[in-house]
């Protein structure tokens, strides 16, 4: 929303190059994030996260499932900025969660409307390699893992907020 001299609020549309700069942005703050978290994250927490996700991930998929999925993204990204022990690291990942949480939410609530949540099982194994790499302690590979995760994501956001949207412009606003 910007707010316009005379005019009031008004809602601002969303692009394609927004999504993808701020996943861009995103991937490399959480990538580091992931990287940093590996040596230091609660592996308790890990292992009960981990049986959220596989039970998800064969679950039966509808909107019950949609907002358990979204907290739990919400807990495991949480969970990793937190045991990053950098400071302003985790600060600027939580300046861009409201933008990324509104994306995902955005392509979710369209998601809903078509009682299509295919994406629910592929985020769980997505989180899930990224938990395995964790738990065996390989930054890299948790890093590589959390790389993947966020292009999935963008494609899957880009997608499902352009399709039949004529709000949403593919150029700047």
Known sequence: MDLLPNRG?????ITVQEVR???????????EA????????DADALEAMALEMRTL???EQGPANASLA??????FHDLISTACEN???AREIGR??????????????????KNDYRRLPMEAA???????????????AAARAMASHIRSGERYWVRHMTAGISTIKKGRS
């Not at 700069?21 to 990538?31: M, N």
């Not at 992931?34 to 994250?41: E, F, G, M, N, V």
């Not at 979204?70 to 807990?75: S, V």
């Open 96 to 113: 861009l969660k409201l933008l990324f949480r509104a994306y995902r939410d955005t392509a979710w609530d369209r998601v809903a409307a």
């Open 87 to 89: 400071t302003l690291l």
């Open 21 to 31: 700069e701020v996943c861009q942005v995103r991937r490399v703050l959480e990538c």
């Open 70 to 75: 979204r907290e739990l993204d919400n807990r």
């Open 126 to 140: 997505e989180h899930l390699a990224i938990v395995e790499c964790l738990l065996a302690r390989d930054a890299s």
């Open 9 to 13: 609020a008004v809602v601002r549309s």
């Open 57 to 59: 991930a064969v679950a």
């Open 34 to 41: 992931t990287r940093s978290a590996c040596s230091q994250i």
